[in-house]
């Protein structure tokens, strides 16, 4: 156990509404990432982020944003959600002792579904 | 565009016998080397890291790894239905570079 908790677990909504998904972490880690996992697409990073208020895109990044005010959470907003963004959320922390290593765990998910 | 290839599978093999995971990635530049397992409606969980060329011993699972190649593979020995999931390769460079990952090869063990 990572120590990291995702919220909601499950949600469902409607297309154009706005949703925050949220991960909390509870050991202080500097990196954070967001995933969607789709069948025939596997993982694929959204957004991540390298410290409180520092953030970068990943592949799939159009639709959504992400905001990182404090070091233990990490929220993930569809601005306005899409049917093609129903898939299963996944935040993960980078754990490691030193900047040369990257070994990633991952939260419990979040399967959303857009109506 | 870093790529990190697997087979599909499903991969099919008898309890007690050896599961033969491959992984192919096209940067060069690759140093740390992941497998994760991941049992259906569950997160993805690390079970081995390799950053050598050569083989890693744990337990049952063996992670062999030939940078020339460009090759990772996933050993398992002495096969369990429980070890049926979807094993994810994932592949790291360096700095705040995110970790690549394929899309997974499907394991069946037949009991």
């Known amino acids: 156990d990572a120590g990291i908790t995702q919220s909601p677990r499950h949600k469902v909504t409607e297309t154009g509404t706005p949703v925050t998904l949220r991960c909390h972490q509870t050991?202080?880690?500097?990196?954070m990432y967001w995933y969607r996992q789709d069948p025939g697409h596997g993982l694929r990073l959204i957004h991540y982020s390298y410290g409180v208020k520092d953030t970068d895109k990943g592949e799939v990044s159009d639709g959504y944003s992400v905001s990182r005010s404090k070091t233990e959470d990490f929220l993930l907003t569809l601005e306005s959600a899409t049917s093609s963004q129903t898939s299963v959320y996944f935040c993960?922390?980078?754990?490691?002792?030193?900047?040369?290593?990257?070994?990633?765990?991952f939260g419990p998910g979040t399967r959303l579904t857009v109506l | 565009q870093k790529e990190v290839e697997q087979n599909s599978g499903p991969l099919s093999v008898p309890e007690g016998a050896i599961a033969s995971l491959n992984c192919t990635y096209s940067d060069r530049g690759s140093q740390s080397f992941f497998w994760y397992r991941q049992y259906s409606g569950k997160s993805p969980e690390l079970i081995m890291f390799?950053?050598?060329?050569g083989d890693k011993e744990d337990g049952r699972f063996t992670a062999q790894l030939n940078k020339a190649s460009q090759y990772v593979s996933l050993l398992i020995r002495d096969s369990q239905p429980s070890d049926s999931a979807t094993y994810l390769c994932?592949?790291?460079?360096?700095?705040?570079?995110?970790?690549?990952f394929g899309k997974g090869t499907r394991l069946s063990v037949i009991a």
């Open positions: 390799i950053y050598s060329n």
């Open positions: 050991e202080n880690h500097r990196y």
């Open positions: 993960a922390i980078r754990r490691a002792a030193t900047d040369s290593y990257n070994e990633q765990f």
């Open positions: 994932a592949v790291w460079n360096s700095g705040n570079t995110p970790l690549v």
